[in-house]
């Protein structure tokens, strides 16, 4: 077995089970949490998905940057 792909699934086991762990336990508490309110999960998720977004497109114009002035 090559030992790159191995290293790389527990990397992805440990980033997906245990770091995020938090993130699982703030989205559950918001959605089955009471009292149930609808509006206020939305918003939460909606901020956690635009940052996300933000984030990637933040890198990936700087990488396309980088890619223009150094290539």
Avoid: H, K
Wanted: proline fraction near 4%; charge should be positive; aromatic fraction near 20%.
């Amino acid at each position: 077995m090559d030992t790159a792909a191995n290293t790389s699934t527990y990397g992805l086991w440990l980033l997906l089970g245990i770091v995020f762990s938090p993130f699982y336990l703030m989205l559950g508490g918001w959605l089955f949490g009471r009292p149930r309110e609808l509006r206020l999960p939305l918003i939460g998720i909606g901020f956690l998905v635009g940052l996300t977004v933000v984030a990637w497109g933040g890198m990936a114009l700087f990488a396309w940057f980088l890619n223009v002035a150094f290539y």
